[in-house]
C-alpha cells in the first residue's frame, strides 16, 4: 500500500490549490481517512478526518476554508484550499488507518506567500 501526493507548491494568499493523494495497493476495513499538516518548528496536526461512512471533522483553523473530498473510483483524495493565508503553509500529508495500521504519504510542501 502506498499513498503518494501532488498538488502542492507556492501559492498566493487568497490562492485556490488543490492537493492530492493517490492511494495504490487494496486496502480493507477503513477506518479514517484524511489530511495532517506540519508547519516549520510545530507538530503535525489534524486538518480534516473523514470516517469511513460518516462525516468529515475540520480543525477549526480549517473550517469554511479547506474542503475534503475523495473519488473513490480514481482510489483519490482531495483537499481543495480556498481563501489561504500565510499560517497554512505546511507539509500536507494524506493518511489513512484500518484495523491494522496507520499509513501516510511522503507530504506535499505548500508555501502561501506574496
Known amino acids: 500500500v502506498q499513498l503518494v501526493e501532488a498538488g502542492g507548491g507556492l501559492v498566493q494568499p487568497g490562492g485556490v490549490p488543490r492537493p492530492l493523494c493517490l492511494v495504490f495497493?487494496?486496502?480493507?476495513?477503513?477506518?479514517?481517512i484524511g489530511w495532517y499538516r506540519q508547519a516549520p518548528g510545530k507538530q503535525r496536526d489534524l486538518v480534516a478526518s473523514y470516517a469511513w461512512g460518516g462525516a468529515t471533522n475540520y480543525a477549526d483553523s480549517v473550517k469554511g476554508r479547506l474542503t475534503f473530498s475523495r473519488d473513490d473510483a480514481k482510489n483519490t483524495m482531495y483537499l481543495q484550499m480556498n481563501s489561504l493565508k500565510p499560517e497554512d503553509t505546511a507539509v500536507y500529508y494524506c493518511y489513512l488507518d484500518n484495523v491494522l495500521r496507520n499509513y501516510w504519504g511522503q507530504g506535499t510542501q505548500v508555501t502561501v506567500s506574496s
Open positions: 495497493g487494496r486496502i480493507v476495513s477503513i477506518n479514517n
